[in-house]
C-alpha cells in the first residue's frame, strides 16, 4: 500500500482520529468535532512498526521437535511459513478433537483486541471453532464479572442498570447530591468498547457544577474524580464501602428518615435488611461506631452524609471497580439498598447507578437502530467457565465449583487458542496463570505483539493492527458509525485473523462454512447494507456504502423513548414489573438464599475479606494494594506507546504511596520499590503522592508481565500488580474478578535492578 499525504479516517475504542503515513512515520491527529479527545492517541504513532511486533509466523522450537504435550512453555521460536503454521495448526486441532472431543477446546480471547465490527478477534475465532463442533467458552467479564451474575436476581440485568437507567442530561437536570462510590474516573471515560464518538462527560461534570450540585468523591483516591472539578473527597478505606453504606441506613432507619411508601410498594424484603441493619438478626447494629473504624470515615460525618442524602435529589453510583473484590456483590447491594431507603429509585437522574464513569457511552442514550456483528454462530457445546476462572481450569480438570446456584464441572483442556486478547493483562496471580499454561497440550494465540500470552504460547500467528485493514467502527450508544480507512500496509507478514483462520479452515474443510463464501470487503459491504435496512425501519435514511466510505461515517441518532425501564417501573410497577422472582427490586433475595452459599446471603451484609488491611496489619508494615486499570493505555494495549512510556518511573511502572507510608520506609521519587506478598512480586517505581490516602499504595494494571531471577527470587521486573493479586473468585454466586485490592508489603528496592526488555524487542 502506497503512502498518502491525505489523512485518513479510523477508529479506536477510545475514539475516532485521522491518521496518514508520510516518509515511513505515522501521523495521529483527533478528528474534528470531539471536544475532548483521548490522549491515548499517542501511544499509537510509535506502535505501528515497533519493535515488539511479530512479523511472521513462529513455533517454539521445543514443541516442534517433540510434538504436543504438556509442560514448561520455555525455549526459543523458530520461523515457519504460513502454510507450515496452518498445516500445523489444522492437524492439531484435527489430534485433539479426534482424540479428546471439543470439550477438550479452549475458545479464549476478550473483545478489546480492535473496535471493528467485522475484524473483531472473539467474533473469529468463535465462530471458527464453531463450525468445526464447538469450544469451552467463558462468560461474563473481568470488568463486571459479579454484577453481570447478582444484578438479575435483585433488579435487572447488569447492561439493563449500567446502559438504560440513567442518562447524563437527566443526571445534570435533577441530581443535587451525588455520591460517588469509586469515584468517576476521567481516565475511564475516554474509552468504550467498540469506540466512541464524542467524550462527553467531562462536560457534563462541568454542567452539573455549574447548576451547583455537590459531587461527593467515595474513593481512595483523590483523582478518581477530576481534579479541575470541584468535588468533596472523602477518602473510603478500601473494602469500608459496604460499612459506610450500611451505617447511613442505619441512621435512615433509626431516625424515620426511610421512605416506607416506596419499600412497600416498590420492593420485597425490607424487614430482613432491616433487622440485620439494626442489628436484631445477628447482635452487630450497623451503626456509625461500627462502620467508623472499618471505612476511616468518622460516625459524625457518616450521620451527617446520611441525613444530606435524606434531604436531597440524590443519586448513589458505584464503578466497576467496587465489585471487582471479594464479596463484590455487597457495595452493589448496599448502595441499591440505601437509594431504595432514599425514595429515590426510578426519579430521572436520581436513585441508583450502575457504572456510570467506569467507560465513555455509560449515560448516553440508546442507539435508534443497532450496528453490525459478525455472526458466531451457535456453540455445540455447554461446558463454559466464568471468564475468571482460566488458571482453575487448566489446573483443575475434573474439579467442581459453585456457580449462580449449578454446581459445575471443568473440562480436561488440551488445546487454548488464543486470540486478541492479552490473560496476563486481565488475570490475577500471573505465576499461577504461567503455571496453568503448562497444562495444555498445545497454546496457539494471534497476536500483534510480543506480548506475555505470546511469549508462552507454542504458535503464534502475526495479526494485523487496525489500521492495516478496513472496519466498520461504533461502541454501543454511540452517536456515529466510522468508516475505518486502512492506512498502512500489513507489518511483516502479518494477515487479518479472518483470513488466517480462512486458511485453516480450508485445510479442515469448513472453509465455505466459516467465510460464508464471502471475502473481507464483500462482508463489510454486506453488514453495512444490513444497517442501512435496520436504519430504514426507523425512518433513518442511511447513505450509500460510497458515500458513507467517502465521508468517512455517518451520524446515528438517538432512540426516542418514553422513559427508562426504572422509570417505567416507578410509574406503574404493575404493568412495568421487573424481571425478578417478584417482579420488584429484591432487597432479600428467596432466590440467592436458597443457594445457601455462606459467602453471599439472601440479604446484603458485611463479610470480612482475606485481603483487607486492617489497622494491625498497618502496624506490622503491610499496605493496601489498590490495582485499577491505568490512565496511560487501555489494559495492556500499546504499552510500548510514547504515552505510557512516559508515565513509567525508572522504566517501570509507577506505584503511587503516601508521604505518611514513603517516609519510614526510606522511599522516595523516582525510587525502585520492591512490592511483595505470599503470591509473588514486582519492582516499580515510587511517586510519593498526597493524592493516595495512607495505608493504600496504587499501582495500575496493565505493564507487559516480565518475569526474571532476581537475588534468587523471580519477579516482575516491570510493575505488573497481578502477581500479587489473588486469584480466587468474587463468591460462590458470581465467581467474577476479585482482583482490584490486596494486601502487600513495600521497601525500597537498593539492589541493581536489571532493565525492562518486554516492550523494547521481541524474544531473542
Given at each position: 500500500m502506497s503512502e498518502g499525504r491525505d489523512f485518513q479516517v479510523h477508529s479506536s475504542h477510545w475514539g475516532p482520529y485521522e491518521a496518514r503515513l508520510v516518509d515511513g512515520h505515522l501521523e495521529v491527529r483527533a478528528q474534528a468535532g470531539d471536544a475532548d479527545p483521548a490522549p491515548l492517541l499517542e501511544n499509537i504513532p510509535d506502535s505501528l512498526r515497533h519493535a515488539t511486533r511479530v512479523d511472521r509466523p513462529m513455533v517454539r522450537a521445543s514443541w516442534l521437535e517433540r510434538g504436543p504435550g504438556p509442560g514448561p512453555r520455555v525455549g526459543p521460536f523458530v520461523p515457519i511459513s504460513w502454510d507450515e503454521a496452518a498445516d500445523l495448526v489444522a492437524g492439531e486441532l484435527r489430534r485433539v478433537i479426534d482424540r479428546h472431543g471439543n470439550r477438550a477446546i479452549f475458545g479464549g480471547s476478550y473483545g478489546w483486541s480492535s473496535a471493528g465490527r467485522f475484524h473483531h478477534a472473539?467474533?473469529?475465532?468463535?465462530?471458527?471453532l464453531n463450525v468445526l463442533g464447538g469450544y469451552v467458552g467463558s462468560r461474563a467479564t473481568y470488568s463486571a464479572g459479579a454484577a453481570e451474575v447478582f444484578f438479575p436476581h435483585v433488579v435487572a440485568g447488569a447492561e439493563v442498570v449500567a446502559r438504560l437507567w440513567h442518562e447524563w442530561e437527566d443526571v445534570v437536570e435533577n441530581a443535587e447530591l451525588v455520591l460517588a462510590f469509586g469515584g468517576l474516573p476521567r481516565k475511564n471515560t475516554f474509552v468504550a468498547s467498540g469506540g466512541i464518538a464524542e467524550h462527553r462527560v467531562d462536560g457534563y461534570l462541568r454542567q452539573l457544577s455549574e447548576r451547583g450540585?455537590?459531587?461527593?468523591?467515595?474513593?481512595?483516591?483523590?483523582?478518581?474524580?477530576?481534579?479541575?472539578l470541584p468535588s468533596t473527597w472523602i477518602p473510603v478505606r478500601p473494602f469500608g464501602d459496604v460499612p459506610l453504606i450500611l451505617a447511613m441506613c442505619w441512621v435512615l432507619i433509626s431516625?424515620?428518615?426511610h421512605d416506607t411508601d416506596f419499600l412497600d410498594r416498590y420492593t420485597v424484603g425490607f424487614e430482613q435488611v432491616r433487622r440485620y441493619v439494626l442489628g436484631e438478626s445477628d447482635g452487630v447494629p450497623k451503626d456509625p461506631a461500627w462502620a467508623a473504624p472499618l471505612c476511616d470515615v468518622p460516625a459524625d460525618e457518616i450521620i451527617a452524609l446520611a441525613r444530606r442524602a435524606s434531604e436531597a435529589r440524590t443519586l448513589i453510583n458505584t464503578t466497576h471497580s467496587l465489585q471487582r473484590s471479594q464479596h463484590g456483590e455487597q457495595p452493589l447491594w448496599a448502595a441499591l439498598t440505601l437509594a431504595c431507603l432514599l425514595g429515590e429509585v426510578g426519579h430521572p437522574g436520581r436513585g441508583y447507578a450502575y457504572s456510570l464513569g467506569s467507560m465513555g457511552n455509560n449515560g448516553a442514550p440508546p442507539m435508534a437502530f443497532p450496528v453490525p456483528a459478525l455472526p458466531q454462530g451457535a456453540n455445540p457445546v455447554r461446558d463454559f467457565i466464568p471468564v475468571a476462572r482460566i488458571a482453575d481450569l487448566l489446573l483443575g480438570a475434573g474439579e467442581t465449583y459453585d456457580y449462580d446456584g449449578q454446581v459445575l464441572t471443568y473440562p480436561d483442556i488440551r488445546l487454548v487458542y488464543w486470540?486478541?486478547?492479552?490473560?496476563?493483562?486481565?488475570?490475577?496471580?500471573?505465576?499461577?496463570l504461567r503455571e496453568a499454561f503448562t497444562r495444555p497440550d498445545t497454546v496457539v494465540v494471534h497476536e500483534q505483539y510480543w506480548t506475555s500470552t505470546a511469549r508462552l504460547a507454542d504458535i503464534v500467528l502475526p495479526a494485523t493492527v487496525s489500521l492495516e485493514r478496513r472496519d466498520l467502527g461504533a461502541g454501543r450508544h454511540d452517536r456515529r458509525l466510522i468508516a475505518m480507512h486502512q492506512v498502512a500496509a500489513p507489518h511483516g507478514e502479518a494477515r487479518d485473523d479472518f483470513e488466517i483462520l480462512a486458511s485453516i479452515a480450508e485445510r479442515l474443510g469448513v472453509a465455505r462454512a466459516y467465510t460464508g463464501g464471502r471475502s473481507s470487503d464483500v462482508w463489510l459491504r454486506e453488514m453495512y447494507e444490513d444497517l442501512r435496512g435496520s436504519a430504514a425501519d426507523v425512518g433513518v435514511s442511511a447513505p450509500s456504502w460510497d458515500e458513507f466510505w467517502r465521508a468517512g461515517g455517518m451520524p446515528i441518532p438517538p432512540q426516542p423513548r418514553e422513559g427508562s425501564p426504572i422509570e417505567l417501573f416507578r410509574r406503574d410497577p404493575a404493568t412495568h414489573r421487573l424481571p425478578?422472582?417478584?417482579?420488584?427490586?429484591e432487597l432479600y433475595s428467596e432466590e440467592i438464599a436458597s443457594f445457601g452459599y455462606d459467602d453471599c446471603w439472601g440479604h446484603v451484609a458485611w463479610f470480612e475479606s482475606t485481603e483487607r488491611v486492617s489497622d494491625r496489619d498497618l502496624a506490622d508494615g503491610w499496605l493496601q494494594l489498590l490495582a485499577n486499570n491505568p490512565a496511560t493505555r487501555l489494559h495492556s494495549q500499546l504499552d510500548p506507546g510514547s504515552f505510557?512510556?512516559?508515565?513509567?518511573?525508572?522504566?517501570r511502572e509507577p506505584v503511587r504511596i503516601h508521604p505518611d507510608d514513603a517516609g519510614p520506609r526510606g522511599i522516595?521519587?523516582?525510587?525502585?520499590?520492591?512490592?511483595?506478598?505470599?503470591?509473588?512480586?514486582?519492582?516499580?517505581?515510587?511517586?510519593?503522592?498526597p493524592d493516595v490516602k495512607a495505608g493504600v499504595?496504587?499501582?495500575?494494571?496493565?505493564?507487559?508481565?516480565?518475569?526474571v531471577e532476581v537475588d534468587g527470587k523471580e519477579l516482575c521486573i516491570h510493575g505488573n500488580p497481578n502477581v500479587l493479586t489473588a486469584d480466587v473468585g468474587t463468591s460462590r454466586l458470581t465467581q467474577g474478578c476479585s482482583g482490584q485490592l490486596a494486601r502487600v508489603r513495600v521497601a525500597r528496592f537498593d539492589g541493581r535492578a536489571p532493565d525492562v526488555r518486554v516492550t523494547r524487542a521481541a524474544p531473542g
Open positions: 472473539q467474533s473469529h475465532v468463535h465462530r471458527f450540585a455537590t459531587v461527593v468523591n467515595l474513593s481512595p483516591l483523590r483523582d478518581d474524580y477530576p481534579p479541575h431516625e424515620d428518615r486470540a486478541g486478547g492479552n490473560p496476563f493483562h486481565h488475570h490475577q496471580d500471573l505465576f499461577r425478578t422472582p417478584s417482579g420488584r427490586i505510557s512510556q512516559a508515565s513509567k518511573v525508572a522504566g522516595g521519587d523516582g525510587d525502585v520499590v520492591l512490592i511483595s506478598n505470599e503470591r509473588g512480586a514486582c519492582l516499580a517505581g515510587a511517586v510519593v503522592s499504595v496504587q499501582l495500575s494494571t496493565g505493564a507487559w508481565f516480565e518475569p
